[in-house]
């Protein structure tokens, strides 16, 4: 089995509710847009900096390694699908999407534990910054259900993704994890 490092970044709450930048208009992912959803999943696993997306693309083209991936959400997270949202810009294109999630059973005090299941930009819209309003607006998504924490990792590897947690203000928690691909 081939391993590498993740790095964990936390946001704990309670904190200031975070300020999701405007240049985004964000639609909730319903039955009717899932498959645009999944087709974008499959798209930002197309030259992502993380190790697990080469691997799921290694074994199945894009759109098998992203329905895959979006079906397996739901055997180990709880969510409703309209926290998935896709994001678009001034122009009504594309530019990504967020998937949060929260882990079962990890309540504390009524609260929940979540994670982001999967942020992605597409492609043609990478370098613009657009993964800062993504990050941004699951954040304050998650906030809206009410947790207690947001645990995340990115791949060692993953510079901007780390940049990016770091500006929105989660914090590192410990050294780097090594996990199983």
Same mark, same amino acid.
């Given at each position: 089995?081939? $391993?590498? !490092? ?9 904190? *200031? !509710? ?14 009717? /847009? ?17 190790? /697990? ?11 098998? *390694? ?20 896709? *994001? ?17 059973? &990890? ?5 929940? $534990? ?21 990050? &941004? ?14 645990? &995340? ?29």
């Amino acid at each position: 089995m081939e $391993e590498y !490092k993740k790095v964990v970044y936390v946001w704990n709450e309670p904190n *200031a !509710k975070l300020v999701v930048p405007t240049r985004l208009q964000f639609r909730p992912v319903d039955e009717d /847009s899932i498959d645009i959803l999944i087709d974008a999943v499959g798209q930002s696993m197309i030259g992502s900096l993380d190790r /697990s997306d080469k691997k799921m693309l290694a074994e199945n083209p894009p759109n098998v *390694a992203a329905k895959n991936f979006v079906d397996e959400a739901a055997e180990y997270f709880n969510y409703d699908l309209s926290w998935w949202q896709l *994001a678009y810009d001034q122009n009504d294109e594309l530019v990504g999407f967020v998937q949060p999630v929260v882990f079962p059973d &990890c309540q504390k005090d009524g609260l929940e $534990e979540a994670t982001i299941y999967y942020i992605g930009v597409l492609p043609e819209q990478r370098g613009h910054g657009y993964g800062y309003d993504l990050l &941004c607006q699951c954040t304050r998504a998650l906030q809206e259900v009410g947790v207690w924490r947001i645990y &995340c990792d990115t791949d060692v590897y993953n510079a901007s993704m780390i940049k990016t947690f770091e500006r929105a203000g989660y914090v590192q928690e410990g050294e780097p994890k090594v996990v199983e691909l």
